[in-house]
């Protein structure tokens, strides 16, 4: 997968994972239609060559950038 490439499943991602935050929170992220199974991201269900940690790059950093720009989070 090229950078570029990884860059527009994170932007997929980030459309997605920003649609599911509601006033009352923030759930687990995931992609709609995403399948379950052993080895599989919990967020998308890609295939994952580990099982931990047991999101993929794509959606850590998607659910990282989602949860960076929330308004009124707590300072680090
Ligand atoms: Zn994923």
Redesign the pocket.
Known sequence: MTDQDFEA?VAR?VEAFSAQVGPGGVPFFH?PG?PEGLC???????L?ADPYPP??????E?AHKVLNNLPGRCPR
């Open positions: 499943e991602r992609l995403a599989r991201c919990l967020s998308c269900g890609d994952l999101r993929c790059r794509a959606c850590i998607a």
